[in-house]
């Protein structure tokens, strides 16, 4: 043999050792080192099924779930899994098409990646599970998964409770990754804000796999396994009897009611109408509930309890009191000369009453609710010399003002509370181009101007009345249970805040005194109880709307704040019910009646009868008939624009076929234009459960 076919037979031996080193090292490798094909391996033979835990229950006062737990199925698909699936069985199993199965694929590889079970669909209804289940094994790649959903066994409290969802990317980012897909967070309400305590922890169960993709038993006899923990439940102050019964008297009105305990600031009942089932919330129908809720004119979602801002009216002047008679403006035998008006300033402030001797002290001019009495001590307390001009004396009220829990966040254990407005001098100076004097906003001593403030508001207002100026933080739960010294979330429920406590006793006095009488002699008598005094105040309050772009005035609102017993004081509410009239016609009779049944855990029989008649009386403003025609007109119109489909105008004239009767009810009582008023509207933002609706919200100034 040459030399050079020895050299070269010396290079392929080289060479042929070479690859069978590299395939060696290689071998070595994968059966020793890498994990790669141990881990395929692992995962065609292994199923890692989710455990997702019980979120903790929630309960009344009195030990009764009003939140609580049912077992649903999703089913999950991993991509890189999906072999031999019967795609067309699988879509008329639930009855979707092949291009939304393909969607839905690509929508979990995007978001999970190819090796991570998502949720392809949600909460299946039962009788598609059942169908599920006999077949999964034809759909490799699918599997079922318990999910824990939430069950309103009393249909109430929809606005308080919150509901859950599947954590988008905001939720998993924030919580660094300790949430993945699949996973259910709390979104509104007690939910969202007791997150942390009701989530619990999820658990992993390893089950083997055969070759046709059934589970057929434990891994490694559950060694591995996890199991998950459940949250903790909420031990709260409501009373599922009264937020019924509220949630009962609230039908077919727009506003809402609040009923506190003064002296823990528990809150017993939160109604906001209109009102909504939360269990249309829960199931696999709940996006479509959802839409329906959330297109509702009415704003059923809204929570007008902690988000919907009203003028007070005239329960604003026991506060006025109060302020006059700690700044030693006013003594209580203070009084003045009423014909029927306040004739102060250039514009005359109207009376309800013009018989001598109705404002002659505090008390008569409370029980009376003279408004020239109130209108006059506003302006003493502002324009007192010591402060140094209006702008000044002026600072100091709204001081006053935000001690009340006025024009500032409550602090509320639920998300998305709005603050009111008790405007800063700087907004009086920027408007009035830095000219104006306690003319200028006197009607503020009446409760209206610019002061706007939530029913969650003036319920805690009674209660540092109540309470002779202090109060705690109004909130839900009363203890979390297995609570820790880590649950700091509790810590601001359990501070007393005495930010009024200087006003002295008497002066406390002099004002329930009146308010006692507006209950015994005055405008509040609906709201009498055998044996028990009562402190009220009522009131009316203008109200204005923008109606196809005009500002026009509507009926007053209906306003009434109370609380009992006068002595010992359990309860304290506050009811606003929009568009209907007297404080004493409709508000004061709703809380009378929640006071009624929490102070003796009963109602008596011929109040049972006047529950009934409040419930059956419709008292939706008639604008809504209108404002509804022309969103979903728009809705319609504009989803033809963009697709040339006409179903969903179809779908409207459907809905609105009896357009003309419909609308009768709106123009035989549709308001004509307000007169140039002494009032501004203004725009304020508003969440529900969407932050991106907007609303029209008018405030009498």
């Known amino acids: ?124 209804p039962p009788q598609v599970h059942a169908r599920l289940e006999e077949n999964i094994y034809k759909f490799p790649g699918f599997a079922l998964v318990e999910r824990p959903v939430r069950t309103y066994p009393f249909n109430a409290a929809a606005h308080i409770m919150g509901y859950i969802g599947e954590a988008d990317s905001g939720n998993i980012k924030r919580s660094d990754g300790f949430y993945r897909l699949g996973d259910y967070v709390g979104k509104t309400g007690l939910e969202s804000f007791y997150e942390r305590v009701l ?44 937020q019924q019964l509220a949630e ?49 004119v009415s704003s059923p979602l809204l929570n007008r309890a902690i988000k919907g801002q009203y003028p007070p009216g005239s329960t ?25 008006a306040y004739y102060g300033c250039a514009r005359p402030v109207k009376c309800t009453h013009n018989n001598p001797g109705h404002a002659a002290n505090l008390r008569l001019a409370i029980a009376n609710s003279c408004n020239s009495y109130f209108t006059h001590i506003y302006r003493l307390s502002v324009d007192a010399n010591r402060h140094g001009g209006v702008k000044k004396g002026y600072q100091k009220w709204k001081g006053y003002m935000n001690n009340f829990d006025l024009g500032v966040r409550v602090g509320v254990d639920l998300p998305s509370e709005d603050k009111g407005n008790i ?25 209206q101007d610019m002061m706007l403030a939530t029913p969650l508001q003036l319920a805690n207002s009674m209660c540092i009345i109540a309470n002779k100026g202090y109060y705690f933080t109004p909130h839900f739960v009363e203890k979390i249970d297995e609570e820790t010294p880590e649950d700091t979330i509790m810590n601001a429920f359990r ?57 026009t005035k509507l009926k007053d609102n209906s306003v009434f704040v109370c609380f009992a017993p006068r002595e010992n004081p359990k309860i304290a509410i506050a009811v606003i019910v929009e568009n209907a009239g007297y404080g004493g016609t409709w508000a004061g009779p709703i809380a009378a009646l929640m006071m009624e049944k ?7 029989p011929e109040r049972v009868k006047e529950v009934e008649r409040i419930a059956s009386t419709d008292l939706m403003p008639s604008w809504i008939i209108r404002e509804q025609y022309k969103a979903d007109s728009t809705r319609a119109w504009n989803w033809f624009k963009r697709t040339n489909d006409t179903s969903v105008i179809r779908k409207f004239m459907r809905k609105h076929s009896a357009t003309p009767d419909s609308l009768k009810r709106y123009k035989d009582e549709k308001p004509s234009p307000a007169p140039r008023p002494e009032t501004r509207t203004t725009r304020t933002g508003i969440e529900a459960i969407l932050p991106q609706q907007q609303k029209i919200k008018s405030t009498s100034v």
């Not at 891994?219 to 903790?232: H, M, P, S, V």
């Not at 405007?423 to 409760?447: A, E, F, H, M």
């Not at 929490?598 to 008596?604: E, G, K, P, S």
Request: hydrophobic share 40%; with cysteine; charged share 20%.
């Open 1 to 124: 043999m040459s030399v050079f076919n020895q050299s070269r037979s010396t290079v392929i031996r080289l060479i042929i050792a070479g690859v069978f080193v590299v395939m060696l090292a290689q071998l070595i490798n994968l059966q020793l080192f890498s994990n790669k094909y141990q881990a395929l391996a692992f995962n065609n033979a292994v199923y890692p099924k989710v455990k997702y835990p019980d979120r903790g229950i929630i309960y009344d006062r009195k030990g009764k779930a009003i939140l609580n737990n049912t077992i649903m199925y999703d089913l999950e698909v991993t991509p890189t899994q999906i072999k031999g699936v019967d795609t067309t069985y699988l879509c008329q199993l639930l009855d979707i098409d092949t291009a939304e199965f393909r969607k839905r694929v690509i929508t979990a590889i995007i978001k999970n990646g190819r090796y991570r079970p998502s949720i392809f669909e949600d909460l299946l």
């Open 495 to 551: 501070k007393k805040h005495s930010p009024l406590t200087s006003i002295s006793d008497d002066a406390y006095e002099a004002v329930m005194a009146g308010m006692q009488d507006v209950v015994e002699i005055g405008t509040a008598r609906m709201a009498q109880l055998p044996g028990i005094n009562v402190c009220a105040k009522t009131g009316t309050a203008e109200n204005y709307r923008v109606i196809d772009g005009k500002r």
């Open 598 to 604: 929490y102070l003796n855990d009963t109602l008596r």
């Open 423 to 447: 405007p800063d001098s700087s907004v009086y100076n920027k408007v009035y181009r830095n000219s104006w004097s306690s003319c200028t906003n006197l009607t503020l001593g009446i409760g």
């Open 248 to 296: 009962k008297l609230m039908q077919g009105k727009v506003g809402a009611a609040v009923a506190i305990e003064p002296k823990t600031g528990g809150i017993i009942a939160m109604v906001s109408g209109p009102n909504f089932d939360p269990n249309m919330l829960t199931g696999p129908e709940k996006q479509q509930n959802f839409n329906k809720l959330f297109l509702d």
């Open 199 to 242: 989530m619990g922890r999820r658990g992993v169960e390893y089950m083997i796999k055969d070759n046709k993709n059934r589970l057929v038993g434990k891994y490694e006899e559950g060694a591995f396994d996890t199991a998950a923990i459940a949250g903790r439940n909420l031990r709260t102050y409501i009373d599922i009897e009264v």
């Open 316 to 340: 604003f002047k026991p506060l006025g009191a109060l302020v006059a008679l700690d700044e030693g403006i006013i003594t209580p035998s203070f009084g003045i000369g009423c014909s029927g």
